[in-house]
């Protein structure tokens, strides 16, 4: 049953809370009013930027950063999450330029390949129009395909 536990005040409060926990529960579930807070603007940004894993090593942080991302990855792909990204395009175009600034990065490009393949694959039209309406975003990938061996 979902409780009335109060909403996180941060994603990163959401993010390392235990994937078992309440939260997370009513995330997976879909419930309105944490996927209205997941999908706030300012939250989504964050998701996306977390994407990004600077130090990809076996030290606590690197283990942090792939670890965070990982979930990241795992609530922008959410069913609940994807159409609210989809229709943001001003962060649909920070999650594409954060590729290109990546590039080489190949467990970063993993995450933005994984998120990118996901909302693809379930909103397919959404997508199109989009690179069809920003061809530049398009180029983007397109030259940065071979950049992590991943896309």
Known sequence: PITNEPLPKTYYDFLYADMFGDWWRRFRMGEAKIVEFLSDQEQLQAFIRSLVVDDFSRSEEGLKQCHGAALSCLVLTGDAIKPKLIQNKKLLNELVSLVQSNAGREHTLRFFRDTLEAMIESHPEEMTTYFEENPQMLNI??????????F
């Open 141 to 150: 990938l397109l030259r940065n395909i071979n950049a992590g061996n991943v």
